[in-house]
């Protein structure tokens, strides 16, 4: 089954959204299955408790198979590891910058949601990266202006999907249950 990571950035917190966007997938009828308020600062990425990630602590393994852990010491100063790894792919592009400054500057709600074809649909519901451009009835296209402020993002793909789930939340964070409507969703 699918898993994507649905983020409602601090635009979208902001403005009061959060329910809003929550809702779009739980009518939909796909299963949450995370969800945490998560402050990514770069404040907090300076300090050694950087986002409060385990990915400081990179893990490996020596020859006789026993685990290493490294601990990662050139955290760059007013960067932040999650947001920077999360759109790593966009590095190199020149928004990259005031792309980082958005993503922490306010508390973002992490979301992990799961079911069949969850990665493309959503995508649909979220609308174009432009909201100008976004098909009215999206939650971009009904809720945002701009780009730079596109209130929610959505993964990409389904490796994208379980990759940034895997780095957003920590171990034990993720609760697997069964909806009570599952039977009224597929037959
Ligand atoms: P996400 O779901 O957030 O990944 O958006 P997306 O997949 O629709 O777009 P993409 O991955 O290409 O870009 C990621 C995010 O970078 C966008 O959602 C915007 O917030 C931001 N972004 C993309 N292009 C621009 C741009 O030209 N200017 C600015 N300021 N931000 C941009
Ligand atoms: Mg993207």
């Known amino acids: 089954v699918d898993q994507t990571y649905i983020?409602?950035?601090?635009?979208?917190?902001?403005r009061g959204l959060v329910g809003e966007i929550i809702s779009r997938f739980e009518k939909?009828?796909?299963?949450?299955?995370?969800?945490?308020?998560f402050q990514c600062?770069?404040?907090?990425?300076?300090?050694?408790?950087?986002c409060q990630k385990e990915n400081l602590h990179r893990r490996a393994h020596n020859g006789r198979g026993a685990k290493l852990y490294f601990a990662r010491v050139n955290l760059e100063k007013d960067s932040n590891v999650d947001?920077?790894?999360?759109?790593?792919d966009l590095k190199q592009k020149s928004f990259f910058p005031k792309l980082i400054d958005y993503i922490t500057s306010g508390p973002v709600v992490c979301m992990a949601w799961e079911g069949v074809g969850v990665v493309a649909s959503a995508r649909k519901l979220i609308g174009a990266t432009d909201p100008l451009q976004a098909e009215p009835g999206?939650?971009?296209?009904?809720?945002?202006?701009?780009?730079?402020?596109?209130?929610?993002h959505g993964s990409d793909s389904p490796e994208n999907g379980k990759r940034e789930i895997a780095l957003w939340f920590k171990e034990g964070e993720l609760c697997e249950w069964t909806p009570v409507q599952a039977p009224w969703l597929r037959e």
């Open 28 to 37: 939909k009828g796909f299963k949450l299955t995370g969800l945490k308020l």
């Open 7 to 14: 983020m409602v950035k601090p635009d979208g917190v902001q």
């Open 83 to 88: 947001s920077i790894e999360h759109y790593k």
């Open 41 to 50: 600062s770069k404040e907090l990425a300076e300090g050694a408790g950087a």
């Open 138 to 152: 999206t939650i971009r296209g009904d809720l945002a202006v701009q780009t730079g402020r596109n209130v929610v």
